[in-house]
């Protein structure tokens, strides 16, 4: 017997398209508009990008398998998206070193829980959950609870604002797509790319074909780190303002994009496409919520519900008898 | 020969380490609080720990057998939320012991939930038990939008100042729960639990039940989280939907701490238990160090990191020596 099976990727998209159009089809929906119609996708994918990007090093670590994880990623996003702020303080020539430093800091940030995870035998859940409070700590000690600075025209011009007035469609979207190939490039087309998913399926084998397991490791956490930094400087740009609690609303999202993407949590198999569209998903039945102006309470519900209807569809593991 | 004796005593004893860092943790906190012993400050500290205890039992379980429960403490808010609309401040002790059983089966049907989803539709453990975290969130919002309700101030004060023998009312229920496992971890059960977490497939291939042991561990876990928000509702003596869920990270924590393996099949239940312990202990040493406040989240973080990386770190040196 044959069975029809679509990639997970495409599955959520297609779930996001009748998703989308059934939104239309609410009171307040976009209708037969459609003009409002392609405004409200822009925005939910535009919302969408960050997290994307913040899912991204989250992606790569869980396909480096050994339980990988990085819970620290909300707190990271914060910390750069901060220091972001504090640094560019409105002038257009302090964005690049700025740039620099939110992925510097979130490499390091991630090097630790590298480092953690791999010589000192700590499980990379725990590790990058005491890494998150060390970064929150730190903030607090940083900006005694009140922060100030500014964004500048230059990065709300290559963040928020479209290409040209020709084209509606803001520059973060334009940013996640070359964002988004060159992940799909670094994951297939490199030896990084290949060593990782080698390491996920089985290390010790890994180890015996020559991949040196220590450094994909660290290299991996690092990355996470880095990328996690460039979410908080994109989503500082994005917004203009920052709060201490700027990025761990994006935490468990983040893992959530990488399940529904169809991205093994036990390692090994995955894409970032499939991130990407775990991201447009979620965004997209988050916004949906709000937008039906569900209680609180309700919105939880739904949300969980939904996420367990989407793993039940494709999250599910190996059978035992196999 | 100290090196092998060593070894054979952290293989033997996974709760070895969290043993030597509870005592390190009550020594400074006696260094730093002399009344630390006295009836009525140890009474204060054991019934704010007994919550995140009880919790950490149930976590430690369900990490034996190999998964993982995100959802223990948006079930210890179903349960703060129903005690505290359903009974209310002027309701009597009677009514409040029937919704403590009935919050009892609360949390069996969400623990049985999560179990059904994990163990027999084959999920992954995180990601399901992160999305019923916010099913049962939700529904404990639902049950109380606001932070209200109470429970009768009888019932509280039994929890807050009960201390038969000069012991914490906490004491007795700790020293129950750890008898009832010592009962369990002797049982066939027990032993499925170890082979289960250890590795599922080889279990599976000698004949082990293994979806019946994990569909179990969940059961208990949901059945701890509800003794635990019991036990965090008769301590504040109201409602509020969001109460159980910083616990849950802080539950996961005090079970690593206590020498379990998060991928299972190591450890026990009295090691997360002085885990849960020493967590609550570093709290209280930080808060009487007068540590400058901005500082407090930054050095209590460092010092459950350091914790962690302990172990690692003696492995470490020794492998070099």
């Not at chain 1, 090093?57 to 504090?86: F, K, R």
């Not at chain 2, 399901?128 to 009888?154: D, E, K, M, R, V």
């Not at chain 2, 042991?213 to 059945?223: C, D, E, N, P, R």
């Amino acid at each position: 017997m044959k069975r029809i099976s679509i990639s997970p990727p495409v599955a959520a998209l297609i779930l996001a398209v009748i998703l989308f159009v059934l939104s239309g089809l609410l009171p307040n929906g976009f209708g037969s508009d459609m003009d409002v119609a392609r405004a409200q996708a822009t925005n939910i994918v535009r919302l969408a990008v960050f997290l994307g990007v913040i899912a991204a090093g989250q992606t790569l670590v869980i396909i480096s398998g050994s339980e990988g994880i990085d819970l620290s990623a909300g707190s990271v996003v914060t910390l750069t998206a901060i220091l972001a702020y504090i640094i560019v303080n409105g002038v257009d020539s302090r964005v690049l070193p700025a740039l620099l430093i939110a992925l510097a800091v979130g490499a390091l940030v991630g090097l630790v829980n590298g480092v953690g995870i791999t010589f000192l035998k700590i499980s990379p859940f725990v590790m990058t959950l005491g890494m998150s409070g060390v970064v929150t700590g730190a903030i607090i000690v940083l900006t005694h609870g009140n922060v100030t600075g500014k964004v500048s025209p230059l990065m709300t011009r290559l963040i928020a604002r479209p290409l040209s007035p020709a084209l509606q469609i803001p520059n973060a979207i334009i940013i996640w797509i070359l964002f988004g190939l060159l992940l799909w490039l670094l994951l297939e087309r490199t030896a990084f790319g290949k060593n990782l998913f080698a390491i996920g399926v089985n290390r010790v084998t890994a180890r015996l074909s020559g991949v040196n397991v220590t450094a994909m490791n660290l290299a991996t956490y690092a990355l996470a780190g880095a990328l996690a930094g460039f979410g908080g400087f994109l989503l500082v740009g994005n917004t203009g303002v920052v709060h201490l609690q700027l990025g761990q609303p994006f935490l468990f999202p983040s893992i959530a994009a990488v399940a529904v993407g169809g991205t093994l949590l036990s390692g090994g198999k995955g894409s970032y496409w499939g991130t990407m569209a775990g991201a447009i998903v979620l965004t997209l039945i988050t916004s949906l919520l709000t937008t039906m102006q569900m209680p609180e309470s309700v919105r939880r519900m739904v949300l969980g519900g939904t996420l367990l209807v989407l793993i039940s569809i494709y999250g599910r593991q190996r059978a035992l008898r196999q | 020969m100290n090196q092998s004796r060593w070894d054979a005593l952290t293989a033997r004893q996974p709760a070895m380490f969290a043993l030597i860092l509870l005592v390190l943790s009550i020594v400074i906190n006696f260094i730093l609080q002399p009344n630390m012993f006295a009836r009525e400050t140890l009474n204060s500290n054991m019934r704010v720990f007994l919550p995140i205890i009880l919790m950490a039992v149930g976590q430690a379980i369900v990490i034996l057998g190999g998964g993982i429960d995100i959802s223990v403490g948006s079930i210890s808010s179903i349960v703060n939320t129903v005690l505290a609309t359903r009974v209310g401040l002027d309701g009597s002790p009677e009514r409040m012991w029937q919704f403590v059983f009935f919050s009892l089966l609360i949390g069996l049907l969400a623990g049985a939930i999560n179990g059904f989803f994990i163990s027999f539709l084959r999920l992954q453990p995180i990601i399901t038990t992160y999305a019923t975290s916010f099913l049962y969130a939700g529904f404990a919002l639902f049950i109380l939008p606001n932070p209200g309700g109470g429970i009768p101030a009888s019932v509280a004060s039994f929890y807050r100042n009960s201390t038969p023998l000069n012991l914490p009312l906490a004491f007795y229920v700790i020293a129950l729960v750890l008898l009832i496992w010592l009962y369990i971890s002797s049982t066939r059960y027990g032993k499925f639990l170890y082979a289960v977490g250890g590795k599922a497939e080889a279990a599976y291939e000698t004949a082990v039940p293994v979806t019946q042991t994990q569909f179990m561990t969940y059961v208990i876990s949901g059945l701890m989280a509800a003794l635990s928000g019991i036990a965090i509702t008769m301590l504040s003596g109201s409602g509020n939907a969001d109460i159980g869920g910083p616990m849950t990270l802080n539950s996961i924590t005090a079970v690593v701490i206590g020498g379990n393996a998060l991928s299972g099949g190591v450890g026990g239940v009295t090691g997360p238990v002085m885990g849960a312990i020493t967590l609550g202990i570093i709290q209280n040493i930080i808060s009487f160090a007068h540590i400058d406040t901005w500082w407090e989240t930054f050095v209590k973080a460092v010092i459950i990191v350091v914790a962690l990386a302990a172990p690692g770190v003696v492995n470490l040196f020794r492998r070099r020596a």
